[in-house]
């Protein structure tokens, strides 16, 4: 009846759905704060580690073992290296807002056509997966690593989240970054890669643990190849520019 009060059942159902919105609300808020946390301070400083780090030296194959990684600045990184890892990953790095969605959708259509599915992740979204959270093609994680995706496009430059790629990228067997997998692999520095030698360290960013740097195999060296040929239509180094 109009104006009737509430029965004690009903004000019950009223006060548990409050309760669970002013959670879900609370909650919200606060894994915004945290992961704001987690995203800014590494806007400048260099991570100690990463997720993907961690969960190499304690689930990695033969047991527990440290792993290699070495943080090294952007302008201490061999600028072909850089375009190498562009041309093999993500071209439109630079113009795209953390999702590449012709990437995207080209991947959905190949699958339709039954080439099989085929990953479409740019570099800001495999920075944000190793960086934070773990492998996995759940819904939870995939989630998450778009949370964290517009998180670093918002609060990084472009040139902060290459640098980052380079840096934790695995390379090898528990390598991590431009830096030690340079001297790991090709006893060099990271400023002193050659084209080559930086489309090989590309070629291999797949699947780090079937495609080897030191014994690179024939889809390796094709790979190879086919980046060098990527990083010259690109234009060279001078493409780079689009990301200061």
Same mark, same amino acid.
């Given at each position: 009846?109009? =104006? ?14 409050? @309760? ?17 946390? #987690? ?10 580690? @990463? ?59 190949? =699958? ?8 479409? @992740? ?9 960086? $934070?959270?773990?492998? =996995? ?28 790629? #380079? ?43 079937? $495609? ?9 060296? @094709? ?11 690109? =234009? ?9």
């Amino acid at each position: 009846m109009p =104006g009737s009060k509430p029965t004690p059942r009903r004000r019950i159902k009223r006060s548990i759905v409050r @309760s669970l919105f002013g959670f879900l609300c609370k909650s919200a808020i606060a894994f915004g704060l945290v992961s704001i946390l #987690l995203a800014l301070p590494v806007r400048w400083l260099p991570p100690i580690t @990463s997720s993907f780090m961690v969960q190499s030296a304690l689930f990695g194959s033969g047991g527990l073992r440290p792993y290699s990684y070495q943080w090294q600045s952007y302008d201490k990184i061999a600028p072909s290296l850089a375009l190498a890892a562009i041309a093999a990953e993500d071209q439109r790095f630079p113009d795209h807002k953390g999702f590449d969605l012709q990437e995207l959708q080209d991947a959905l259509e190949e =699958g339709k056509a039954g080439e099989g599915l085929r990953g479409a @992740s740019t570099i800001s979204q495999q920075v944000a997966k190793n960086l $934070y959270l773990w492998s =996995g093609r759940n819904f939870v994680r995939k989630g998450l690593e778009a949370w964290f995706t517009v998180l670093i496009e918002w609060l990084w430059s472009k040139q902060r989240i290459l640098e980052m790629y #380079l840096n934790v990228a695995q390379f090898g067997d528990r390598v991590f970054g431009a830096e030690a997998a340079s001297q790991r692999f090709l006893s060099i520095n990271a400023n002193q890669l050659s084209q080559e030698e930086s489309a090989l360290l590309a070629a291999v960013l797949p699947g780090p643990e079937i $495609y080897f740097v030191d014994r690179p195999s024939s889809t390796v060296l @094709s790979r190879q190849s086919w980046i060098l040929q990527q990083m010259y239509q690109l =234009g060279g180094t001078e493409y780079l520019r689009k990301i200061q």
